[in-house]
């Protein structure tokens, strides 16, 4: 079973984390992705997401998405341990670089979020975009799961 927590830490835009968490579900069921485990997606503002991408990406700048697997270099438990429970990751969202982007797109502030969750949930399963071919590779399967998203709403 997933488990999906979503803390909403900005003022942007009211987001519903009850449509936040089925959107998570939605991805993760067309994107045939296990579903086994813990996610964490964070709503923020610029101002922190620029931290952190200074702290971790040594970038200076707001970006949109920032993902952090929580496998990379910890030792997990034991997957036959009977309360083995896996971390997926933290997803890092900043509202307002969607939203300007969603209208730089001409396209709607769901759509965009959906867009930016998606991408931060593959590189949470490995996907990458450093070099040309695994770039290739994660925009048809992030084409592929947003086309079969259908409708949803996350503002609230």
Do not use: C, W
Request: hydrophobic content about 35%.
């Amino acid at each position: 079973m997933l488990t999906v927590y979503v803390n909403d830490e900005q003022e942007a835009v009211k987001i519903s984390e009850k449509a936040v968490e089925e959107l998570v579900q939605k991805i993760f069921h067309i994107g045939e992705l296990e579903d086994l485990g813990e996610i964490s997606i964070t709503l923020t503002n610029d101002e922190e997401i620029t931290r952190l991408n200074r702290d971790y990406r040594g970038i200076d700048a707001p970006t949109d998405v920032l993902s952090f697997p929580q496998d990379e270099g910890y030792e997990m438990p034991s997957q036959t341990d009977e309360n083995y429970v896996p971390l997926l990751g933290d997803i890092i969202i900043s509202i307002p670089t969607a939203l300007r982007q969603s209208q730089q797109m001409k396209h709607s502030f769901d759509r965009e979020f959906a867009i930016l969750l998606v991408h931060g949930i593959l590189h949470l399963y490995g996907y990458d975009h450093e070099h040309p071919a695994e770039e290739e590779f994660m925009k048809r399967e992030e084409s592929r799961i947003l086309e079969n998203l259908g409708s949803f709403e996350v503002r609230g």
